[in-house]
């Protein structure tokens, strides 16, 4: 351990390490640099380790961010992931962290028997559904429901497998939805806390409407949709497709922007009609404007645990129709619409009837309820009630729980 943490209320050096993340963009990314940027205010010491291309080492506006060669993981459309074990573990060693916060529930899961060994108070934050991933050779057009049902099965027992290894070696799980700590309730875990991420209110604001953008995408008497996400299997970018090709088939001129880039983009780019890919979007502020710009912003994925980008489009004063299979109906509530299935079109009509300055108004209230600060208070509250003295004592942590539908 170092020696600049000496209690609760004292700096704490909070070496975080995740895996899978967006080199540019992605909820990922945005929640990493928003708590760092956090710890760092409240007077500790964030040490942020991540997968590149290269190594390097720089001091930066979340803290010190240290990058580990990852070699490009097959079949995640670009993902990095730090491999190697013995490397990491010296680089932690010689790190001395008085915390630990991983990210990575798979490749990166082998931390917290490190830290149990080695003293370190260890939290995991689940930013994704294992149970939800696993499940997504299921969901396969064409095949049987007795096979689905098998993947299924097959896919929670490996979840809760992993999950209760997880649950033992760390001290706290971290959920930020209810949604996504159904799959450790399920296994009864016992050290299990539920803290929801923030958006940036000032940054995502409806004053970043502006008529000049809309008219870039659509005329004025068209319908604007937006999808924001990356383009891969588990956003499921096709169901925005189809939405757009039923409401046009139902009378409503609309069109859509694909914002975002993935593995998907030439296979949807040859599917397309009616709709503009703008590729990733690298100005924060022209992303904004874009989604405050729209009418609806759709939100297909199916195991989204939060979606900050919903979260983002809410903040803009834009509705959003998500996907009733993943955690974002808790997170939009009756801002938004849940979309059973694959029909998003409806979604997309449920929200247009609606008054235009009712529900733009209604989306901004139910993202104010939503504050990076809050988030980050709520996390370091974890962090300073962990025990060093015993990795038995997991108790109850009071934190913050989003506010109710």
């Not at 979340?62 to 079949?75: K, L, N």
Request: charged share 20%.
């Amino acid at each position: 351990m170092s020696e600049t943490w000496q209690g609760p209320g004292q700096p704490m050096r909070i070496v975080r390490l995740a895996n899978y993340v967006g080199p540019r963009s992605g909820g990922m990314r945005t929640a990493l640099r928003e708590l760092g940027a956090g710890y760092l205010a409240a007077g500790h010491e964030p040490v942020l380790v991540v997968p590149g291309r290269r190594r390097g080492d720089e001091q930066t506006a979340q803290g010190r961010v240290i990058t580990r060669y990852g070699p490009i993981v097959p079949f995640t459309g670009g993902y990095r992931a730090m491999l190697r074990r013995r490397r990491l573990a010296t680089l932690l060693t010689e790190l001395r962290p008085d915390r630990l916060e991983v990210s990575d529930r798979t490749t990166l899961r082998w931390i917290g028997r490190w830290a149990r060994e080695h003293g370190v108070p260890a939290v995991m934050v689940s930013h994704e559904s294992l149970t939800g991933l696993f499940s997504l050779p299921a969901d396969v057009s064409g095949m049987s429901r007795w096979h689905s049902r098998l993947l299924s099965n097959m896919a929670t027992a490996l979840a809760g497998n992993l999950n209760r290894r997880s649950v033992r070696d760390y001290q706290r799980i971290v959920c930020t939805t209810k949604w996504a700590a159904a799959e450790f309730e399920r296994i009864g875990a016992p050290n299990l806390t539920r803290i929801p991420l923030g958006v940036d209110l000032e940054l995502f604001s409806p004053e970043r409407y502006s008529d000049a953008a809309r008219q870039r995408y659509a005329a004025p008497d068209q319908t604007l949709l937006v999808h924001c996400a990356r383009l891969s299997v588990e956003k499921k970018p096709q169901r925005a497709l189809a939405a757009l090709a039923g409401l046009r088939s139902a009378g409503t001129d609309a069109v859509l922007v694909m914002a975002g880039d993935g593995p998907l983009r030439a296979q949807l780019e040859r599917a397309a009609r009616r709709r503009q890919f703008t590729g990733f979007v690298t100005d924060p502020k022209e992303l904004a404007t874009l989604l405050a710009s729209a009418d609806v912003v759709l939100a297909p994925g199916p195991v989204e645990t939060f979606g900050l980008a919903a979260l983002e489009a809410l903040a803009c004063g834009t509705p959003v129709v998500v996907s009733a299979a993943s955690a974002l109906p808790e997170v939009v509530g009756l801002a938004g619409v849940a979309a059973a299935g694959e029909d998003f079109a409806d979604g997309v009509r449920a929200l247009l009837g609606r008054d235009p300055e009712a529900r733009r108004a209604a989306a901004r209230a139910r993202a104010e309820q939503f504050g990076w600060p809050a988030s980050v208070a709520a996390f370091l509250a974890v962090h300073e009630a962990l025990n060093t003295d015993s990795f038995r004592s997991l108790g109850q942590v009071e934190a913050w729980h989003p506010p109710p539908a």
